[in-house]
């Protein structure tokens, strides 16, 4: 068992997957990443990003047990599921977590997807052993000395920002989000002092006022909450599809200008975090 909590970002990219030169860098994958905390695998959301990681946990040649929660089931946060080898393995443990929605349960929701004509592979061709638990805002999920706490985000049709603590340590994952409504100050309490606080910052300000509603913040944002809340370590997520790797480059230097330990997130990107 690991003394540390490690956190690895698997995909980066926010609203469609960007693959081709531009995006070589910072990554082209759809919201994914994999946290270890002790003997847990922790996975939050099922973007593209999810089919290498799926991979990765292939390679002792069975998974092991995974935790997989999802912020909400916009497009491209669960349309990896399907690609997730894992899925395929009899019997492999899956414990999946997130809202109900519409009166449908995070496993109907992913498994409306894989069903003609959106997909070939029927559900009835999964054969790990999968179980689902329901989860609300301000709602923890404890799993060993593992504590994954929740948060309602500003986006439509809601999502949840998640806190793992362990060993001391913390980090949030909190995609996707706009930010100026009253849930900021709940935000900013739900993330204060966290080591590693991974956001949601789309736009910039000059972006911003055309897309007002869309459910996602600025970077000038991210960089200011994380300020007010005490945030070690501020990781921009969610990137634009359209945005270059340049462009990505130099939002984080004019970041890391205001707040120095602030990065742009980049796939294969990780974190270690020893017990505290």
């Known amino acids: 068992m690991s003394d540390c909590l490690e956190v ?40 593209t990003g999810i089919r290498e990681l799926g991979t990765s946990l292939m390679q002792g040649g069975s998974p092991p047990p995974v935790h997989l929660f999802f912020s909400h089931y916009h497009w491209d946060h669960i349309m990896g599921f399907p690609f997730f080898a894992p899925i395929y393995v009899s019997g492999a443990p899956l414990h999946l977590y997130g809202e109900t929605k519409n009166g449908q349960s995070v496993l109907e929701i992913l498994s409306g997807q894989m069903h003609p004509p959106y997909f070939p592979i029927k559900w009835n061709m999964v054969t790990a052993d999968i179980d689902w638990t329901p989860v609300e805002p301000d709602e923890d999920v404890v799993l060993g000395d593992v504590t994954v706490k929740t948060c309602r985000l500003n986006h439509p049709q809601h999502a949840l920002s998640y806190r793992v603590e362990y060993a001391g340590r ?8 706009e930010h100026g409504s009253d849930l900021d100050t709940v935000f900013i309490d739900f993330i204060r002092g966290a080591d590693v606080l991974i956001m949601d910052c789309s736009f910039t300000e000059a972006e911003y006022p055309a897309r ?49 330990n602030t990065f742009a997130a980049r796939e294969g990107m990780t974190f270690s975090l020893p017990r505290r």
């Open 8 to 47: 690895r970002l698997w995909g980066t990219r926010g609203s469609l997957p960007a693959p081709g030169p531009h995006t070589q860098i910072f990554g082209g994958n759809t919201s994914c990443i994999e946290v270890r905390a002790g003997d847990q695998v922790l996975i939050f959301d099922a973007g």
């Open 212 to 260: 007002l509603g869309w459910g996602h913040a600025t970077w000038e944002a991210g960089v200011e909450f994380a300020a007010r809340a005490d945030v070690e370590t501020f990781v921009i997520f969610h990137h634009l599809p359209e945005r270059t790797d340049p462009e990505v480059a130099a939002i984080e230097q004019q970041a890391q200008a205001i707040r120095p």
């Open 170 to 177: 913390s980090v949030v994952y909190a995609t996707d989000i």
